[in-house]
C-alpha cells in the first residue's frame, strides 16, 4: 500500500505564498503520474496540477502563479503556490497514479486564503 503524506498547508493573506510538499512511501517513478487536487466546500474535485516524466499540465485558474514538481532522491511532490487568492482556499489533495490504473489519495491539506 502506498502512502502519500501533504504538509505545508496553512493561513495566508491574499498575495501571500504557499509551499505543499506530498512524501510518497515509494520512488515517485513508479507512478504513471503524480498530481494535486483541491475541494471546496459545496465544490467538485478539481485538478490543481499533474507533472509525468516529460511534462506539466495546470487547472486554467491557475494562471502560472503555481508551480509543480518532483525531488526524486526524496520520494516528494511539490507545489509552489504564489499570488495567492481567497478563491483558492480548499483542502488540496496529492495524488498518484500507479499502472493498473491504481489511484492513491494522501489525507488532504487545508489552505485557507484569507485577510
Known amino acids: 500500500q502506498v502512502q502519500l503524506a501533504e504538509s505545508g498547508g496553512g493561513l495566508v493573506q491574499p498575495g501571500q505564498s504557499l509551499r505543499l510538499s506530498c512524501a510518497a512511501s515509494?520512488?515517485?517513478?513508479?507512478?504513471?503520474?503524480m498530481g494535486w487536487y483541491r475541494q471546496a466546500p459545496g465544490k467538485q474535485r478539481e485538478l490543481v496540477a499533474a507533472?509525468?516524466?516529460?511534462?506539466?499540465n495546470y487547472g486554467d485558474f491557475v494562471q502560472g502563479r503555481f508551480t509543480i514538481s518532483r525531488d526524486i532522491a526524496k520520494n516528494t511532490l511539490y507545489l509552489q503556490m504564489n499570488s495567492l487568492k481567497p478563491e483558492d482556499t480548499a483542502v488540496y489533495y496529492c495524488?498518484?497514479?500507479?499502472?493498473?490504473?491504481?489511484?492513491?489519495w494522501g489525507q488532504g491539506t487545508q489552505v485557507t486564503v484569507s485577510s
Open positions: 495524488n498518484a497514479k500507479a499502472p493498473g490504473p491504481v489511484n492513491y
Open positions: 515509494r520512488s515517485v517513478f513508479s507512478f504513471v503520474n
Open positions: 507533472i509525468t516524466s516529460t511534462s506539466t
